[in-house]
């Protein structure tokens, strides 16, 4: 059993279109970060979200954390190519955190010109 | 610039050789991190380093031994690997401590075992 889902698992859209993608979980977590992984790299961090309900923006990306800590969503704005990749949700379980990120799936984005 | 590094960044293996992934981070942090990435699978955590001492082991067979020296250093050895080890070796390194454990990720090593 998946602790973190992510959906869609793989999404394709034309330039200039808007998207969301959800990591989901049935557990709380006390941080949850997303990170965004392109071929042949490793997983690069874009925010941490705290806060039940918080709402983080990176210019044309908008993270979401739910009001019970258990699921968040990441919202791009008139997508560009350059926002193709992996992306994928992971979840801090716990006060004392090493080792204890979760990683989901991932959502495979691509976005064509 | 991650800051963090890994080498080498391709290897090809027979199944009866010994190898070894090292990583290095630039970051002054205290907790490292060996994950597993295959195709069609989340990231697989193996291995977590807290200020040098393991403090996690994910059920990883014996054929995968780590390695952590120092804080900013850390290697996986590999010996008779199977063909289904092969796959995308990630490093990683974080502040330890609080709830963030944001990591920071090295480009990978990409292992095929023949």
């Known amino acids: 059993t998946q602790l973190l889902e992510q959906s869609p698992q793989f999404l394709s859209i034309q330039e200039g279109e808007n998207l969301t993608v959800y990591c989901n979980s049935s557990?709380?977590?006390?941080?949850l970060q997303w990170y965004r992984q392109e071929p042949g790299e490793g997983p690069v961090l874009l925010v941490t979200?705290?806060?039940?309900?918080e709402v983080k923006k990176l210019k044309r990306l908008t993270f979401q954390f739910g009001d019970a800590r258990k699921d968040s969503s990441l919202h791009i704005t008139a997508a560009q190519p350059g926002d193709t990749g992996l992306y994928l949700c992971?979840?801090?379980?716990?006060?004392?955190?090493?080792?204890?990120?979760?990683f989901g799936d991932g959502t495979t984005l691509t976005v064509k010109p | 610039e991650t800051g963090v590094t890994q080498t080498p960044r391709h290897l090809v293996m027979g199944m009866t050789n010994k190898k070894s992934l090292k990583c290095e981070q630039h970051?002054?942090?205290?907790?490292m991190y060996w994950y597993k990435q295959s195709a069609k699978k989340p990231l697989e955590l193996m291995f977590v380093?807290?200020?040098?001492?393991?403090?996690e082991n994910n059920s990883v067979p014996s054929r995968f031994s780590p390695e952590c020296p120092n804080s900013s250093h850390l290697f996986l050895h590999l010996h008779t690997l199977q063909p289904e080890d092969s796959a995308l070796y990630l490093c990683?390194?974080?502040?330890?401590?609080?709830?963030?454990?944001?990591?920071?990720f090295g480009p990978g090593t990409r292992l095929t075992v023949l």
């Open positions: 380093y807290n200020f040098k001492e393991q403090t």
């Open positions: 557990s709380v977590f006390s941080s």
């Open positions: 990683a390194s974080s502040r330890a401590g609080g709830n963030r454990n944001e990591q920071f």
């Open positions: 979200v705290v806060t039940g309900g």
């Open positions: 970051l002054g942090h205290n907790a």
């Open positions: 992971a979840g801090v379980r716990g006060e004392t955190n090493a080792g204890k990120s979760t």
